[in-house]
């Protein structure tokens, strides 16, 4: 990469991983870490599909075992997972499709995919793809994981060499900072 982004030539390219669709002050606030930038920026969104068996499991893991002993068993079968996977994959569009509004009404260029890979290999893949410059991963909260380092943010930064940005959605940056009322102030 030895394009100048100071020249107004050329693109500089984002790839975005976010879990949900952006707000419009979050698609602002990451449009605002580029506003200097004379060249192009880019955002390349990835979204990544919610696995519908995963769903499932979790929904029926979050039963009491009183509940479980006292009800029925449910046969698998009886569950319309393909009706469950269209569901996921409705909403995902619809979160991505908000995502690009969001960061469009920013006055951001952006473009997108929902991705059924697992999220880091898709996130890798498309900075390879789009040659990015940096990366900004877009999260709740994930305290074990991010403490154990198995988040994200975490892993991408093992696997590409941009730099790799973790923002908490819907937090500012002085929330994210510690002034706030975010997760990390008071």
């Not at 979160?95 to 929902?114: F, Y």
Request: glycine letters at 6%; aromatic letters at 4%; proline letters at 4%.
């Amino acid at each position: 990469m030895t394009d100048d982004i100071n020249d107004g030539v050329g693109t500089y390219d984002v790839v975005l991983l976010v879990e949900q669709a952006m707000s419009a002050k979050d698609a602002a606030q990451v449009r605002s870490l580029h506003n200097e930038i004379p060249d192009r920026v880019v955002y390349h969104v990835l979204l990544p599909m919610e696995d519908a068996s995963a769903r499932i499991e979790a929904s029926l893991g979050s039963l009491g075992a009183g509940d479980v002993m006292a009800a029925p068993a449910m046969v698998m079968s009886e569950v319309d997972l393909e009706a469950v996977r269209e569901e996921c994959r409705e909403r995902s569009d619809r979160d991505l499709e908000a995502t690009i509004t969001a960061l469009r009404t920013a006055g951001a260029q952006a473009t997108g995919a929902v991705t059924s890979e697992p999220p880091v290999d898709a996130l890798v893949d498309k900075v390879n793809e789009v040659d990015a410059r940096e990366v900004i991963v877009l999260t709740r909260p994930h305290v074990v994981a991010e403490f154990f380092h198995l988040d994200w943010t975490s892993r991408a930064r093992r696997k590409i060499g941009v730099p790799v940005l973790h923002l908490l959605e819907h937090e500012s940056f002085d929330e994210q900072a510690g002034s706030g009322e975010g997760v990390t102030g008071l």
